[in-house]
């Protein structure tokens, strides 16, 4: 099992920035991928961003150009740069660790963007 803690919410404002962080309670290494995803009231669960074991990165359309998620894996840490933030970026942010067959959830951290 892998424990996730995630971390770096908050209030800001239009066009602010905030970086989120996952700690992982193990190795990230043999992972398939960590990502974040996200969830604003009353709506889906989406994905935000994914990264793999290799370092490939994935983005949802609507955060292309001003979010990056990167990874350390010394510190088994996973990393999300939001930048230009929007209202609509809204939402509890979730921290996902797919090890194939298995699949963990962090806690979530909640961003409050106000206009």
């Known amino acids: 099992q892998v424990q996730l803690l995630e971390s770096g919410g908050g209030l800001v404002q239009d066009g602010g920035s905030l970086r989120l962080s996952c700690a992982a309670s193990?190795?990230?290494?043999?992972?398939?991928?960590m990502g974040w995803y996200r969830q604003a009231p009353g709506k889906q669960r989406e994905l935000v961003a994914v990264?793999?074991?290799?370092?490939?990165?994935r983005y949802a359309d609507s955060v292309k150009g001003r979010f990056t998620i990167s990874r350390d894996n010394a510190k088994n840490t996973v990393y999300l740069q939001m930048n230009s933030l929007k209202p609509e970026d809204t939402a509890v942010y979730y921290c996902?660790?797919?090890?194939?067959?298995?699949?963990?959830w962090g806690q979530g951290t909640q961003v409050t963007v106000s206009s």
């Open positions: 990264i793999s074991s290799a370092g490939l990165k």
């Open positions: 996902n660790a797919d090890q194939g067959i298995s699949a963990y």
């Open positions: 193990r190795s990230i290494l043999r992972l398939n991928a």
